[in-house]
């Protein structure tokens, strides 16, 4: 039995290459011939996906975290594309910071702004890959540290770090020109505003409470009237992603967003590896409603749906069941670590589970 192990990684516990190695022992352990395929969609693992298939090199530059500390973080260089990937999460993003640190009124994203800024001395192309982001400024920062000016009620520059609590101070935008071309590899195909929108959705994740989130998704309301006067860019699928950093760099530099998780698996030949698989085992942390909106298991699913697709993942959450062949979605079954070896194992020896899963998988399935 020929087995593709295509996790993206659990978050927090395992990156990508470690789950799917894990899935790769627990197959061989019994008899199957397992073959690790890891993959990401648009958040963290994505440069170091990009630079494998590229053959490229990283360069680790000075940066602002998103409370605006001094940090390291990477920049990938593929000189053959004249490109250079740029992860949001390296300087902008929710890892960065400890639970009591999360609030996205008071993030920014102003680092990734710097990281691009440097990166442009060199590429004449961007690919920022925005997922796993601890902010919701709508790109605001970003676009600052990158030469935009914002202006308050009398004219007067707003000099400060914008930050997602800071969005109704701005009263006009003047952007910048001679920037590089910048294409958003989105992890998710979410609108700007709205129930299913950056701050509403992804609000509560990054720290914000009820009271915060329907100060930022005010915010970005503004934001949008702003830049976006007619209405429509607000709507497009992506926007919403990264707090909205997609939807400021699409109205305001004329970025173009992609799917994170497409552009990933073109990258690594996905179609072709997996084309004699027998099995598809995918991953991710948490499977549920937001899984459906473009995360990586259910667009890798979609893309071997000749083979059984087990999703393995940290856990379950509202709406999984809708991801499940019976339901209209591409996944055979799947299986929760922490339903099956309770939150504390599941956390603490994440490897060590997903490899007893995967061998039971594997002998279930000879």
């Known amino acids: 039995m020929r087995i593709l192990c295509a996790p993206d990684s659990f978050k927090e516990t395992l990156d990508a290459p470690a789950a799917a190695e894990a899935m790769a022992q627990g197959a061989r352990a019994e008899g199957g011939q397992a073959e690790t395929c890891p993959v990401a969609d648009g958040g963290e693992g994505t440069l170091e996906a990009l630079l494998i298939a590229g053959n490229g090199r990283r360069e680790s530059v000075p940066t602002l975290d998103p409370l605006g500390r001094p940090i390291q973080a990477d920049i990938g260089f593929l000189p053959e594309a004249n490109l250079a990937v740029i992860e949001m999460a390296a300087a902008s993003g929710l890892g960065l910071l400890s639970p009591q640190e999360r609030n996205p009124l008071r993030t920014s994203s102003f680092g990734t702004g710097q990281l691009i800024a440097i990166a442009a001395r060199e590429a004449s192309r961007i690919l920022l890959a925005v997922g796993g982001t601890a902010t919701v400024d709508g790109g605001c920062g970003l676009l600052q540290a990158l030469g935009t000016r914002f202006l308050g009620q009398i004219g007067e520059p707003l000099e400060d770090l914008l930050t997602g609590g800071g969005l109704t101070r701005i009263a006009s935008i003047e952007t910048p020109v001679g920037l590089p071309m910048i294409d958003v590899a989105v992890d998710v195909d ?93 991953g991710e942390g948490c499977l549920d409603e937001q899984s459906l909106r473009g995360k990586a298991a259910i667009v890798t699913a979609r893309r071997a749906s000749h083979a059984h697709v087990v999703a393995v993942c940290g856990r379950v959450g509202a709406g999984w069941e809708a991801a499940l062949r019976e339901q209209g979605g591409p996944i055979d079954s799947v299986v929760s670590l922490v339903d099956r070896f309770g939150e504390q194992r599941a956390m603490q020896a994440t490897a060590d589970c997903v490899r007893d899963v995967v061998a039971e998988l594997t002998a279930t399935a000879r």
């Open 190 to 282: 979410v609108p700007l505003l709205g129930e299913h929108g950056a701050a509403r959705l992804f609000g509560p994740q990054k720290g914000a409470d009820p009271s915060a989130v329907a100060i930022l998704d005010a915010g970005l309301l503004h934001l949008a009237d702003l830049l976006d006067p007619d209405g429509v860019l607000r709507c497009h699928p992506g926007t919403g992603a990264a707090g909205g950093a997609a939807f400021g760099l699409h109205a305001a530099l004329d970025a173009r967003l992609c799917s994170g998780i497409d552009l990933v698996l073109d990258a690594i030949r996905f179609d072709e590896r997996a084309r004699d698989a027998d099995m598809l085992i995918v």
